[in-house]
């Protein structure tokens, strides 16, 4: 399916149209609530799709990762170059979800693992048993309680005012006061276009600054495939109201390669 190329523009942007439509990509929104999922459907948390003879992963020092999101492809209906179906895993260590930095990154895969399944067996197949994670959870987690249902909102979303692309399109550093409330157009721009939600696809948000900028071998990490937000209300709080962002290549995401990707996680 294609995703219909309007995107609305507040009025006081509406002449830089043109300029914005070149960045425009497919994004899909993400609504996480509280429901008892089965094991092959997407999920913030619980227990994951886990065919019996894979080994459910743990990170360098012997412990067993926590299940941060899983991704039912064939739910969430993206475009190109999202697969149809198949099925995504991101698994976190405990090492990720409590740091003191501002800001966290990782290349390999040690303390996150991406797993992504083609084909999807039926229930039979899986493992259903996970009495042996029952002591792992605890307070450093983003997500609380133990499982979220997600549903997907699909969008067409210009570039976002923290995407180091910004610049390419429209040089916000250079527009004035332009309203009666003396905001300018780089206010305006960010209040609408800000980025910070949970969502597969589109464009990132940054707190602090998008290190893609000034580093050749970051850009090649130039899709995003998934990033998830802190927000009280849902009872998601990573870090100090911090988000997790998880970057791949166009072509390796075409080509089904996950082996290769970019973590991302920052806090105030």
């Given at each position: 399916?294609e995703?219909?190329r309007?995107?609305?523009l507040?009025?006081?942007?509406?002449?830089?149209?043109?300029?914005?439509?070149?960045?425009l990509?497919?994004?899909?929104?993400?609504?996480?609530?509280?429901?008892?999922?089965?094991l092959?459907e997407?999920?913030?948390?619980?227990n994951?799709?886990?065919?019996?003879?894979?080994?459910?992963?743990k990170?360098?020092?012997?412990e067993?990762?926590y299940l941060l999101?899983?991704i039912?492809?064939?739910?969430?209906s993206?475009t190109?170059?999202?697969?149809?179906q198949?099925?995504?895993?991101i698994?976190?260590?405990?090492?990720i979800?409590y740091?003191?930095?501002?800001i966290?990154?990782?290349?390999?895969q040690?303390?996150?693992?991406?797993?992504?399944y083609?084909?999807?067996?039926?229930?039979?197949?899986?493992t259903?048993d996970?009495t042996?994670?029952?002591?792992r959870?605890?307070?450093?987690?983003?997500i609380i309680?133990?499982?979220?249902?997600?549903t997907?909102?699909?969008?067409?979303?210009?570039v976002?005012?923290?995407?180091y692309?910004?610049?390419?399109?429209l040089?916000?550093?250079?527009?004035g006061?332009?309203?009666?409330?003396?905001r300018t157009?780089?206010?305006?721009?960010?209040e609408?276009?800000?980025?910070?939600?949970?969502k597969?696809?589109g464009?990132?948000y940054?707190?602090?600054y998008?290190k893609?900028?000034?580093?050749s071998?970051?850009?090649?990490?130039d899709?995003?495939l998934l990033?998830?937000?802190?927000n009280?209300?849902?009872?998601?709080?990573y870090?100090?109201?911090?988000?997790?962002?998880?970057?791949?290549?166009?072509?390796?995401?075409?080509n089904l390669?996950?082996?290769?990707?970019?973590?991302h996680?920052?806090?105030?």
């Open positions: 399916m995703f219909e309007f995107f609305e507040p009025h006081q942007l509406e002449c830089f149209r043109n300029k914005l439509e070149p960045s990509l497919n994004a899909s929104i993400i609504i996480p609530y509280h429901r008892i999922t089965s092959s997407s999920k913030f948390s619980g994951p799709y886990l065919p019996k003879m894979q080994n459910y992963p990170d360098p020092d012997g067993y990762m999101a899983q039912n492809f064939a739910e969430a993206l190109f170059p999202f697969p149809s198949g099925i995504l895993q698994f976190v260590s405990k090492n979800c740091f003191e930095d501002s966290q990154e990782f290349l390999f040690q303390y996150f693992k991406i797993r992504y083609a084909t999807v067996l039926p229930e039979d197949k899986l259903t996970f042996f994670l029952e002591s959870l605890d307070d450093v987690f983003p309680p133990n499982e979220m249902a997600l997907f909102t699909n969008s067409v979303e210009p976002s005012a923290t995407d692309r910004v610049e390419k399109y040089p916000l550093s250079n527009f006061i332009i309203s009666e409330d003396e157009l780089e206010d305006i721009y960010f609408k276009y800000l980025a910070a939600e949970h597969i696809g464009y990132p940054f707190i602090n998008d893609r900028k000034d580093s071998f970051l850009k090649k990490y899709t995003l990033q998830i937000v802190s009280d209300e849902q009872g998601i709080m870090g100090d109201t911090g988000l997790l962002k998880f970057f791949i290549n166009q072509k390796d995401l075409i390669n996950f082996s290769d990707i970019y973590f996680g920052e806090q105030y």
